[in-house]
């Protein structure tokens, strides 16, 4: 049974750097067909979707963020990572990663969500 | 970006009853549509697929239809535990966009 694990920091300042790390249990993720994806959920915009990621590195992003942010893959580790910089107070959210069978596919598989405050 | 609204934005509801929430694109999806359920504290779930298609393990009292711009879900006889917030997503073209969640709680 696939099982994803978000972990990171539960409080980063402005400004600064987070980087969150989704562990997967149940299935390799080097060798599935699978995108990995990060999705976050804030009272004020609802949920949005970050980006998606295959493991061989070919990723989407969400305009609006794609300037700050950045997803990788650890195939040693079997987990994948977003880095989101220069943070603000909008970025305060739950963040979820997630599985999907491709790119524009839906979401059939999430985590449990951790959330981020951005707060000095 | 394509725009996903939801109406009604909240519903209240008896066990048993019907329950019919609609969501509109802003410009044609085809029918990349998909619906979540979602409950407090808890991830989304995924409910239907590609408009109309019953996720492996979701009760058939869920059901939905649509495609182009206009997109319904229907819990046939509500029960207790579908008591939630329930969004569409759309995965047409990038960005993914959500709606904004319809509440369905106990009238």
């Known amino acids: 049974q696939l099982q994803l694990q978000e972990s990171g920091p539960g409080r980063v300042k402005p400004s600064e750097t987070l980087s969150l790390t989704c562990t997967v249990s149940?299935?390799?993720?080097?060798?599935?067909?699978?995108?990995w994806a990060w999705i976050r959920q804030s009272p004020g915009k609802g949920l949005e979707w970050i980006g998606s990621?295959?493991?061989?590195?070919?990723?989407y992003y969400n305009p609006s963020l794609k300037s700050r942010v950045a997803m990788s893959v650890d195939t040693s580790k079997n987990h994948f990572s977003l880095r989101l910089t220069s943070l603000t107070a909008a970025d305060t959210a739950v963040y979820y990663c997630?599985?999907?069978?491709?790119?524009?596919?839906?979401?059939?598989?999430w985590g449990q969500g951790t959330l981020v405050t951005v707060s000095s | 970006d394509i725009q996903m609204t939801q109406s009604p934005s909240s519903l209240s509801a008896s066990v048993g009853d019907r329950v019919t929430i609609t969501c509109r694109a802003s410009?044609?999806?085809?029918?990349?549509l998909h619906w979540y359920q979602q409950k407090p504290g808890k991830a989304p779930k995924l409910l239907i697929y590609?408009?109309?298609s019953l996720q492996s393990g979701v009760p058939s009292r869920f059901s939905a239809s649509g495609s182009g711009t206009d997109f319904t879900l229907t819990i046939s006889s509500l029960q207790p535990e579908d008591f939630a917030t329930y969004y569409c997503?759309?995965?047409?073209?990038?960005?993914?966009?959500f709606g904004p969640g319809t509440k369905v709680d106990l009238k």
């Open positions: 149940g299935v390799s993720i080097s060798s599935s067909s699978y995108y």
């Open positions: 990621m295959f493991y061989s590195g070919t990723t």
């Open positions: 997630a599985r999907r069978l491709n790119w524009n596919y839906p979401i059939d598989y």
């Open positions: 410009q044609s999806i085809s029918t990349y």
């Open positions: 590609a408009a109309s």
């Open positions: 997503q759309q995965s047409y073209s990038i960005p993914d966009t």
